[in-house]
């Protein structure tokens, strides 16, 4: 029995611990937690059944217990053996009767009324009571299936597995789209902002020198690509024309599209280092090209 417990406390404890360690990780928590709901009621459900078959075992090996051998030569000592037998069986009913009533179980002494008419063989058969405890079950759960039926199926006040599931997915998919809403679109050609922040513009400068100078020239005054210092502009001077003139390059004339070797912020930046080259004295200017701004 001390053993027993002993299991089951140990069972709990590391289910209680694993409770608290497990939603750390925060994808997994609803998948473990019911998991561990599950094995926690599994848990309950075992050690309440082996209680109960436990005590009834114990109730049942009292009642026939005997003390040590009868000394049936003595009659002195008979007499004192059965005054301690009436005080052990009285004590030990009153004790016993209320978990005897739960469990459903009589004292042995009764077993002639209980007695079937019937007899195979000489095998009878006692027509013991339900027990109380499988008589709560079994209303318990009959209160359970008209309030689960109630529930899902008449009121269909919770959802069934499949709207459930739905459900779900609905909110996973809002989640989602606010998810790559914020992160990677948060800038476009049309929220872009001017910002002269000097870490912007080193890290604007950085983009500049590792992806453009072959044809925009390190100072920017132009190569191939057109002069990015002076007034004018063939696609716009604008913070909102340079962005998208960068992301979606100008193929055509030989301006590549930066959108997929460049990340959003990126594009922000290098779009702001620009802005920032206005006014500069590049060494070789290239002649203006476009109207100007
Ligand atoms: C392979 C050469 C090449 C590279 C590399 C290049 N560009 Fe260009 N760029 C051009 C050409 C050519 C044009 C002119 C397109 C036209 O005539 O319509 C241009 C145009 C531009 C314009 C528009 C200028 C205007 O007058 O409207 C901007 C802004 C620009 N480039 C920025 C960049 C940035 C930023 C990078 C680096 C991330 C870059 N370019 C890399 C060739 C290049």
């Not at 008979?78 to 009767?97: I, P, R």
């Not at 809403?181 to 476009?188: P, S």
């Not at 006014?279 to 100007?292: H, S, Y």
Request: glycine share 6%; net charge negative; with cysteine.
């Amino acid at each position: 029995m001390k053993r027993l417990i002993f299991i089951f406390t140990l069972f709990f404890a590391s289910n209680s611990v694993w409770a608290v360690v497990a939603p750390a990780d925060g994808n997994t928590t609803n998948i473990y937690t019911e998991i561990l709901i599950v094995l926690f009621l599994v848990a309950l459900l075992l050690l309440i059944v082996s209680l109960v078959l436990l005590k009834t075992v114990r109730v049942m090996a009292n009642e026939i217990k005997l003390p040590g051998i009868i000394p049936v030569a003595e009659p002195a000592k008979m007499l004192e053996y059965e005054e301690w037998l009436t005080t052990e069986k009285s004590e030990k009913s009153s004790k016993q009767s209320a978990w005897n009533k739960l469990l459903g179980l009589r004292p042995i002494s009764e077993e002639k009324d209980m007695m079937l008419e019937h007899d195979f063989d000489g095998i009878t058969e006692l027509d013991n009571p339900t027990p109380v405890w499988f008589n709560a079950m079994f209303y318990a759960s009959i209160l359970f299936a008209v309030v689960y039926l109630l529930n899902y199926h008449v009121l269909e006040w919770s959802p069934l597995q499949n709207e459930e599931y739905a459900i779900e997915m609905k909110a996973a998919e809002a989640s989602k789209g606010e998810f790559l809403a914020k992160a990677a679109n948060l800038i476009d050609e049309n929220t872009v902002k001017v910002d002269g922040d000097a870490a912007v513009l080193t890290a604007g400068k950085t983009v500049f020198m590792q992806n453009c100078v072959a044809c925009h020239a390190p100072d920017g005054g132009g190569t191939i690509g057109p002069n990015l210092t002076d007034e004018y502009w063939i696609h716009g001077g604008t913070v909102n024309n340079i962005f998208k003139t960068i992301k979606y390059g100008i193929p055509e004339k030989g301006m590549i599209a930066w959108e997929k070797t460049l990340t959003v912020q990126q594009t922000s930046d290098v779009t702001n280092f620009i802005l920032s080259l206005k006014g500069t004295k590049p060494a070789n200017p290239k002649e203006p090209q476009g109207t100007k701004m």
